[in-house]
Structure formats: structure tokens, C-alpha cells
């Protein structure tokens, strides 16, 4: 089946420090896969996306790179800030429209 | 205005009550899918629908029923509410028309717990 595992949390990163966060999946085929972030007391929100091998997603200074030949989907950025402070959501998509999620990363930054 | 609403947003119940969860969203989206959220687990697919006359099942259906009663309306039941049912559970919208994949749009979600 399609499953999703990402580093466990919580994070604790100082203001301008580096972020990564792990995520490897496993599926059949060539899935979609996605980044959600879900900001205190809010829904989830797409943050960025690929559909394809060797694609990298970007938005508000995060990227992460569809590697197929690792089956992973890292997500970085380069210097945090506290307004970064929420949970990410690592996710997959056989078909285009249904999600299997990880189960969160909670990062906090620290000014 | 949120393109997305859940009501309530906050709900304690006990054992065995009938609960209604209800989601309205404004964007237009043919799809519409109800997830629930657990610490350590990420979210769960319960229910999705593709129209008004086409539902189906996600991973953890059981104890849940769903009702679309428009295309901008999806609710949520759950027919004798139990405590491990408690959750925070979240609407999302898609568009069919978006391309090859879907871009999920969620509500604020509910906050349930059975007492």
C-alpha cells in the first residue's frame, strides 16, 4: 500500500538556522507528492508540491526535490523564521486526488 | 469570508449521542472529503465525494456516515458517538479541473470529544 514516513518532532530551531525535515514513502507507480503546513489553530495549507521525478516544489523559501531513486521528498529552508513555527505535513498521491499523510513534524522557532 | 467553514468548530458530547459535523465552501469544488487528525498520526481519509450522487469510502469509514446535500454542502455523522472517536476533524475541497492533481483546500476544522 501507499504510506508516508517523516522525522519525528518536535524541532527546535534558533531564527536564520537551517531546516530539513526527512520524508521517504512508499507507493506503486509514480505518486504525487506534497507538502501541507498547518499553522497554529488553522487547516492545512498546500506549501508545495511535485508530480514527477526529479521535480522541485518551491514556495516562501522552502523546496523539496521528488527523488524517485530514494523514494524521498525532503523539505529545507535556508533561514527560518518565527512566523515558520507550525506542523508539516509530508504527503503522497497515487491517483491525483485522494492523500496519505505522515504524521506531522511540529517545528518551533525561537527569535 | 473563508472559502471553506465547518461548524462547530468546537463540540464535547458523551457516549452514544448522534453528532452532526457540517462543511460549506464557497469555491466552487466538485470534490469534497472529510479527514480526521490524531496526534502522532497524521490525518486519515473517512469519507470523499466526487458529486452530489457519488460517495465513497476512505480508510477508517467505519462508525461514520456522510450526507452531500449539495455540491457545496458535506456533512459528517456519526450515529452513537464514541470516546476513542475523539479528534480533530477537517473538510477539504479539490477541483477536478485543476490538472493532473488536486490542490486540497481545508477548513479550520472541529474539535470533537466524547466524553
Known amino acids: 500500500g501507499n504510506s508516508v514516513t517523516q522525522m519525528e518532532g518536535p524541532v527546535t530551531l534558533s531564527e536564520e538556522a537551517f531546516l530539513t525535515i526527512n520524508c521517504t514513502y512508499t507507493a506503486t507507480g509514480y505518486p504525487s507528492l506534497f507538502w501541507y503546513v498547518q499553522y497554529p489553530g488553522e487547516g492545512l495549507q498546500l506549501l508545495l508540491k511535485?508530480?514527477?521525478?526529479?521535480d522541485k516544489g518551491s514556495n516562501k523559501g522552502f523546496e523539496a526535490t521528488y527523488r524517485k531513486e530514494t523514494t524521498s521528498f525532503h523539505l529545507e529552508k535556508g533561514s527560518v523564521q518565527v512566523s515558520d513555527s507550525a506542523v508539516y505535513f509530508c504527503?503522497?498521491?497515487?491517483?491525483?486526488?485522494?492523500?496519505?499523510f505522515g504524521a506531522g513534524t511540529t517545528v518551533t522557532v525561537r527569535a | 469570508d473563508a472559502d471553506v467553514t465547518q461548524t462547530p468548530r468546537n463540540r464535547i458530547t458523551k457516549t452514544g449521542k448522534r453528532i452532526m459535523l457540517e462543511c460549506s465552501q464557497t469555491k466552487g469544488h466538485d470534490r469534497m472529503y472529510w479527514y480526521r487528525q490524531d496526534p502522532g498520526l497524521g490525518l486519515r481519509l473517512i469519507y470523499y465525494s466526487f458529486d452530489v450522487k457519488d460517495i465513497n469510502k476512505g480508510e477508517i469509514s467505519d462508525g461514520y456516515s456522510v450526507s452531500r446535500q449539495a455540491q457545496a454542502k458535506f456533512s459528517l455523522s456519526l450515529e452513537s458517538a464514541i470516546p476513542n472517536q475523539t479528534a480533530l476533524y477537517f473538510c477539504?475541497?479539490?477541483?477536478?479541473?485543476?490538472?493532473?492533481?488536486?490542490?486540497?483546500?481545508f477548513g479550520p476544522g472541529t474539535r470533537l470529544t466524547v466524553l
Open positions: 504527503a503522497l498521491s497515487p491517483n491525483g486526488y485522494k492523500l496519505s
Open positions: 511535485a508530480t514527477k521525478a526529479d
Open positions: 477539504a475541497t479539490s477541483d477536478r479541473t485543476s490538472g493532473l492533481t488536486d490542490t486540497q483546500y
